[in-house]
């Protein structure tokens, strides 16, 4: 119960922020977690990810876009890493990119499965070292009676998870 209401009041958020700006560079984070499962959210205009925003036309537009979400899904467990103790898994739910004019936003969601509870550890987050046009990374934490914010701006940064 308290993933879906993370998920729905992340993505309000998100789309809160995305009305009000379109932030090349930024990317926002939301980790949910409950017991040993959990929810990620990541929200990102598509230049970070595969280096345009205008819809893909070209046979080399079509295959930079598609290089880009597979190397995302791919590295999702270089990019945000529990602590190797806990044997999380991350396995995509969903992906979506979102066309509006010349502009475009990629979601990803995946859920986190672990033999051990994540709450009470720590999260490193290394988005910028797969996806260095990401400058700025906010992440929201939500779990087990703790809820925090944070901006990561520099590669390789924990947040802790208590």
Do not use: W
């Amino acid at each position: 119960m308290l993933l879906k209401a993370f998920l729905f009041s992340a993505m309000a958020l998100a789309a809160g922020r995305e009305e009000k700006a379109h932030v090349h560079g930024a990317a926002h984070l939301g980790i949910a977690l409950e017991g040993k499962n959990g929810k990620i959210e990541f929200h990102v205009p598509a230049s970070s990810i595969y280096g345009f925003e205008y819809a893909a036309k070209s046979a080399a537009d079509k295959k930079a876009k598609e290089k880009g979400l597979q190397k995302f899904e791919d590295k999702i467990a270089e990019m945000i890493v529990f602590d190797p103790t806990l044997k999380c898994e991350i396995k995509k739910d969903m992906y979506e990119v979102d066309q509006r004019d010349n502009h475009a936003d990629v979601e990803y969601e995946f859920r986190v499965t672990c033999e051990k509870p994540p709450m009470g550890t720590s999260v490193m987050i290394d988005v910028a070292k797969v996806f260095p046009r990401i400058k700025a990374v906010q992440v929201d934490v939500l779990g087990d009676g703790v809820q925090k914010s944070v901006e990561i701006k520099k590669s390789g940064e924990s947040i802790e998870l208590k």
